[in-house]
């Protein structure tokens, strides 16, 4: 009768309406502020008429192939060594280069597309928060907010791209001179020398580490830029929502979509690893340094899915105990009116119902959770993690079926 409990209280927003009115039915402008200011890829591929729109993928995924494996494999088919070589004798070739292969078809167009396409997604991702209520911010505060981030990502693009072009040209004359090595017989530098093909080589795995180094540091920025986001408001997370999340399962996919970039790296050394002990038996020095890399993926893998995450965890729990303490005020108040209630004998069946909604509510409240992401999302987490792991497992049983069958 007109008496407002703590938790209809704490469903209103500083308005006065309750998430998911007209209200809120329009979320404020996007907290997700300019992210690419001064990134020379985000600035290659975005759309000119529409920044607004996410980049043409496809077309940024050929750009590159055709930039890197194109000009490479017409340089080896021009060079001394033979694009195949069906006996597998002699030097390595060009299409026996799997690991090679797969980074420049596979690899390094997928983090190009998943970097020029991370300020889409987490705007996306903010937006979609925004309209079910669980981050709200004031125009004012929403604004000073985006100047803040907007320097910062201007700093960090520049810096993550100096850094990414310094590290990826030594890191790629290490990786040339590798080849060398007497003891290494490859298209790359055939006889040990320096041709056409070890500079366009050259100019590919620098091209590789650098945009490897810029990605790296851009999750660490967005992962500073969230902690700064939930920091500057506690959530509101809603008991009962579809998503199983709370109402942040947009901010889970986007661990998960870090998880993905991993995979296809962890793959990759794979893949290399396979081409160096088969192909190359006698160059041990980079499968001494794959090997360490391997392990180092198993524990970066929950690392770099969780990285975003933990700042809406810690906020996550923060609600959730607020909650809980809604809950129990509502319970005392419940329970000191029924007390009065028993004393006159005067206990009804709406009484009954009201203890029932009470015990569904704090039943919804202790099932919120405390991570934004779903069963199904860490499945798929999972899944992605243990592929790089299984593959050389796999391929390992293989071979010893293979010699157990007399093959």
């Keep these: 009768m ?26 404020p402008t996007s907290l997700c502020p300019d992210t690419s200011s001064y990134s020379i ?32 494999l017409v340089a080896a088919a021009l060079g001394s060594v033979p694009l195949w070589n069906k006996g597998g004798a002699g030097p390595l070739t060009f299409l026996h280069d799997w690991g090679l292969g797969y ?61 990414g072009i310094g ?15 007497p003891d290494v017989a490859s298209w790359i ?28 540091g851009r999750c660490i920025v967005i992962s500073f830029f969230l902690r700064g986001l939930v920091a500057a408001t506690p959530l509101r997370i809603l008991p009962l929502h579809p998503d199983r999340c709370g109402g ?53 893998g929950p690392v770099i899915f969780m990285a975003p995450l933990l700042p809406f965890r810690a906020g996550m729990q923060y609600a959730k105990k607020e909650w809980t303490h809604e809950v129990a005020r509502v319970v005392r108040f419940e329970i000191d009116r029924l007390r009065g209630q028993l004393a006159k004998n005067e206990i009804d069946k709406s009484d009954e119902e009201s203890i029932e909604r009470l015990r569904k509510v704090g039943a919804a409240i202790d099932e919120l959770p405390i991570w934004p992401f779903d069963p199904g999302t860490l499945k798929r987490f999972a899944t992605a993690y243990v592929v790089p792991v299984a593959l050389p497992l796999l ?4 071979l ?3 010699k157990v069958a007399g093959i």
């Design 2 to 27: 007109g008496i407002q409990t703590p938790l209809q209280t704490h469903a209103l927003n500083s308005e006065g309406a309750a998430p998911g009115s007209r209200g809120l039915s329009a979320p």
């Design 41 to 72: 890829l985000h600035w290659l591929f975005r759309r000119r008429r529409s920044a607004s729109k996410p980049p043409r993928l496809v077309v940024a995924y050929w750009v590159v192939v055709a930039l890197t494996f194109v000009p490479l």
């Design 103 to 163: 980074a420049l078809l596979v690899s390094l167009p997928s983090l190009v597309v998943l970097l020029v396409s991370d300020e889409h997604v987490l705007r996306a991702s903010l937006d979609e928060v925004q309209r079910d209520g669980v981050i709200a911010f004031s125009e004012t505060t929403a604004a000073s907010l985006r100047a803040t981030w907007r320097r910062y990502f201007r700093i960090w693009n520049l810096v993550a791209q100096l850094a």
């Design 167 to 181: 590290l990826g040209i030594a890191l790629g004359i290490l990786t040339l001179r590798t080849y060398l090595d």
């Design 189 to 216: 530098a055939p006889n040990h020398r320096l041709q056409l093909t070890s500079f366009i080589y050259l100019y590919c795995i620098i091209l590789l580490y650098t945009v490897i180094i810029i990605y790296v």
């Design 248 to 300: 942040l399962r947009p901010v889970g996919r986007m661990g998960l979509r870090n998880q993905y970039t991993l995979t296809i790296l962890g793959i990759n050394i794979v893949l290399l690893l396979v081409v160096w002990t088969y192909l190359m038996p006698g160059a041990t020095s980079l499968r001494d340094v794959l090997i360490p890399g391997s392990v180092v993926y198993l524990i970066l």
């Design 395 to 398: 391929g390992q049983a293989a």
């Design 400 to 402: 010893d079926l293979l």
